[in-house]
């Protein structure tokens, strides 16, 4: 018995966490690379966090409530309620806008410290 109204959205959340794994690792390695003044690597390190636990989050709700209008390629044939549409859809968005903030932040201290 499958508990996911869509399995292979199920499938891109666990890819999802799987590379958000990958990505720590790396940026764990490079972290101390990065010339970021305290208060901007705390932004940075915890949009990151969030942002990757909050992106696996939203695909999982996805794959639970079949919610695929933000997400249409892995969601194709599948509806979620308006109210798992909303929630989603915040949800990835916003994980995803936490990311890219984070992610451009631990660039540009890689790019300061060259």
């Known amino acids: 018995m499958d508990l996911h109204a ?3 959205m199920a499938l ?3 890819l999802d966490a799987v590379q958000s ?3 720590v690792m ?3 390695v490079l972290w101390n690379t ?3 003044g305290q208060r901007i690597e705390q932004i940075a390190r915890w949009t990151l966090v969030i942002g990757m636990v909050g992106l696996w989050v ?3 709700l996805a794959a639970v409530s079949g919610a ?3 997400l249409p390629i892995a969601g194709e044939g599948h509806d979620g309620s308006a109210l798992a549409e909303s929630v989603v859809t915040l949800v990835v968005l916003g994980s995803s806008g936490l990311l890219t903030v984070g992610w451009a932040l631990f660039l540009w201290g890689l ?4």
């Open 6 to 8: 869509n399995p292979r």
């Open 12 to 14: 891109s959340a666990h």
């Open 21 to 23: 794994g990958m990505a």
């Open 26 to 28: 790396i940026a764990g």
């Open 34 to 36: 990065a010339k970021l």
């Open 58 to 60: 939203g695909i999982t």
């Open 68 to 70: 695929s209008e933000v």
């Open 111 to 114: 790019f300061r410290a060259r």
